[in-house]
Nanobody, 124 residues
Framework: QVQLVESGGGLVQAGGSLRLSCAAS????????MAWFRQAPGKDREFVAV????????YYADSVKGRFTISRDNAKNTVHLQMNSLKPEDTAAYYC?????????????????WGQGTQVTVSS
């Protein structure tokens, strides 16, 4: 049974940092591209960042480029999102997702598996 469990969310002041983690189980982690999405109340789920199976390639939404870094540890079946210089507009529930893809998919329907989400709140 595939399971993704996010952690690391919380309340932080603008300009601060958080590191999200996603622990995967139930499948061969290194066969899947991994991504982070976010969803604010009343808005659609939004792509944040994706990392390839090996970790060699990454891609970011323009809104987070230069501030967020996605990484993965295939030995530990985990993916991380380091978020720096946080802004109030980064406030959302953050979800990790897995896709059995060789590429870097950036749309939610392409993803097979989802975690339950972790809340990030950035105060001004």
């Amino acid at each position: 049974q595939v399971q993704l469990v996010e952690s690391g969310g919380g309340l932080v002041q603008a300009g601060g940092s958080l590191r999200l983690s996603c622990a995967a189980s139930g499948y061969t982690f290194s066969w899947y591209a991994m991504a982070w999405f976010r969803q604010a109340p009343g808005k659609d789920r939004e792509f944040v960042a994706v990392i390839s199976r090996s970790g060699a390639n990454t891609y970011y939404a323009d809104s987070v480029k230069g501030r967020f870094t996605i990484s993965r540890d295939n030995a530990k079946n985990t993916v991380h999102l380091q978020m720096n210089s946080l802004k109030p507009e980064d406030t959302a529930a953050y979800y990790c997702a897995a896709d059995h893809s060789l590429g870097l998919p950036t749309t939610a329907p392409e993803y097979d598996c989802w975690g339950q989400g972790t809340q990030v709140t950035v105060s001004s």
